[in-house]
């Protein structure tokens, strides 16, 4: 019994000297939509204590990214603080160059959570530690021109190129896959251009209990482009183009062009935020199917319009996004789908989160299906897209932590 006392004792004086230890420190609570490297974070920035709940939390840190020009990403930190006396929220933001090595990028973000937090640190007990230096900035290393550090031989185009195998089997099973893409973009502040072009083939051979062999071959080509010109704060005016073929599809070649027109209630520049957008399109479709349709056709074109309406929320207290796309086509008003795609996570009370969503479509516009037989194995092996009027995913979870409240130890053994 003397042994439970001095053991319960001995516990009690650590929770309080640990207590004491972490009082000079503000506490954060990082709330991250992209990677913000927390175990470095943990391990060499020791300067401030890491909550696992945002609620008590001294400054609260939502992190969010957005795609930039020439495969960049714009990350928005914003910075929340508790106390009354820092100007309530503050929002640092810089972009992320594509070709970097984690370490660069692990250091870019650090180095902007520095700014973010700086506040917090100045208003705690561990100010008068804080320590600081300024680099001298040259003056010829700014383009006077441009207003950029260096010219761009590129004029803001950003190009990938990949190639993509795999090769798996076994005794009774193989599958070969092979893809090819090629991308290309030019993002600038009142326009964005993109084009995209990928070919996949998919092989696959079953042996079946009888010793027959059953073959599965998916081949599919893409060509995408798109351009939006930025009219306004909200609107945006632009047109899709692409083109291919699908052996899933029932299309030996495709292609549409649609010209389109956005509204964003909000300004894009909150559009890592918050976003309520509707998406008008309307445009033309041209079809040559491998085998005739159900509407006994080898080759159609059509005229077919969508709206799709996307709203998107990330605060605090967890994220709202839903997105209801409307399609139809205008020579038959009757052949049209509609899907509803809603996503939530809720932090409901300190430890508690929420999430549920899914998906779940009407679908009356394929026109595409095969009016042929579809053998059971293609049907199995989802070689052939086959028609329905409905569709639908539904996912529901919570996750409840408890306990400690502080995340600052990382023991990265085994």
Not at 137 to 160: A, M, Q, Y
Not at 226 to 244: C, F, H, M, T
Not at 380 to 406: A, E, K
Request: hydrophobic content about 35%.
């Amino acid at each position: 019994m003397r042994n439970l006392i001095t053991l319960g004792f001995t516990i009690l004086v650590c929770f309080v000297c640990n207590g004491q230890s972490d009082t000079t420190k503000p506490s954060i609570f990082l709330d991250c939509q992209t990677n913000c490297f927390t175990t470095f974070l943990r391990q060499e920035h020791g300067y401030v204590n890491y909550k696992r709940e945002r609620q008590g939390a001294d400054v609260y840190i939502l992190v969010t990214q957005q795609s930039a020009s020439a495969g960049a990403r714009e990350i928005q930190m914003i910075f929340d603080y508790a106390d009354p006396s820092i100007t309530s929220t503050d929002t640092v933001k810089y972009y992320r160059p594509a070709n970097i090595s984690e370490v660069e990028r692990r250091d870019l973000f650090v180095r902007n959570f520095k700014k973010g937090i700086l506040p917090a640190l100045l208003n705690s007990d561990i100010a008068d530690r804080i320590d600081y230096s300024v680099e001298k900035i040259e003056e010829d290393s700014v383009d006077k021109d441009t207003g950029e550090n260096e010219k761009d031989p590129w004029k803001l185009w950003s190009f990938n190129l990949g190639l993509d195998t795999r090769v798996n089997g076994e005794a009774s099973f193989s599958e070969q896959f092979y893809s090819g893409r090629f991308s290309a973009s030019q993002v600038k502040e009142d326009y964005k251009f993109f084009i995209f072009t990928r070919y996949s083939l998919n092989q696959s051979t079953f042996t079946l209990s009888d010793g027959e062999e059953v073959k599965s071959e998916n081949r599919r080509s893409t060509f995408f482009t798109q351009y939006v010109k930025s009219i306004s704060p909200n609107w945006s005016l632009g047109a899709r183009a692409s083109a291919g073929s699908s052996s899933f599809g029932n299309t030996d070649f495709e292609a549409l062009f649609k010209p389109a027109i956005e509204y964003n209630i909000f300004p894009y520049s909150e559009s890592s935020t918050k976003r309520f957008s509707f998406l008008y399109s309307v445009g033309i479709e041209y079809r040559n199917y491998t085998e005739l349709t159900v509407f006994d056709k080898l080759e159609e074109t059509r005229w077919r319009q969508g709206l799709d309406i996307e709203y998107i929320l990330t605060q605090k207290w967890g994220e709202i996004e839903f997105d209801i796309e409307f399609d139809q086509y205008l020579h038959d008003l009757s052949l049209y789908s509609i899907s509803f795609n809603p996503n939530i996570e809720l932090n409901l009370v300190r430890g508690l989160s929420l999430e549920f969503g899914g998906d779940i479509s009407f679908v009356g516009d394929r026109i595409n299906i095969s009016k042929g037989e579809i053998s059971d194995q293609d049907i199995i092996l989802q070689n052939r897209q086959l028609d329905t009027n409905y569709s639908y995913f539904s996912y529901v979870g919570f996750n409840y932590r408890f306990g400690t409240r502080n995340n600052n130890i990382v023991n990265p053994r085994f």
